[in-house]
């Protein structure tokens, strides 16, 4: 099972190469399957008290961030291209707020059981 967020699918739509498809080619090279989500949120219910847990969904969300990142940082370079692009921005935005937030709890976490 392949999940591609929809913001890196509406990204090809607009700016087709580039950081997008390269975030695609790795999404379908190392899909997150069932196995993949089973074993985040594993780690997301270990990671409070377990600081290994919490340090491997640390590196998990600082990677989400990083293509999220990326794709964004394309779009905004490329400035002609589709209606969709705006909106595309906003998506993005939020899923690096979402996962900031979340990578912030966790940054908790680990300061917590030191």
């Known amino acids: ?5 929809a913001f890196l ?5 607009v700016i087709g190469a580039g950081a997008a498809a390269v975030a695609i080619a790795e999404a379908v090279r190392r899909p997150r399957g069932v196995l993949e989500e089973r074993g985040r949120a594993e ?5 409070p008290t377990d600081a290994a847990a919490a340090r491997a969904l640390r590196e998990a969300l600082l990677r989400d961030l990083e293509r999220q990142s990326a ?5 905004e370079r490329d400035r002609g291209r589709g209606e969709g692009r705006a909106a595309l921005l906003r998506d993005i935005e939020r899923a690096e707020q979402a996962t ?7 940054e908790l976490w680990i300061g917590a059981g030191r």
Not at 9 to 13: Q, R
């Open 71 to 75: 794709v964004r940082r394309d779009l």
């Open 9 to 13: 699918l509406g990204a090809v739509a």
């Open 43 to 47: 780690l997301k219910r270990k990671a």
């Open 1 to 5: 099972m392949l999940t591609v967020p």
């Open 100 to 106: 900031r937030a979340e990578l912030a709890q966790v």
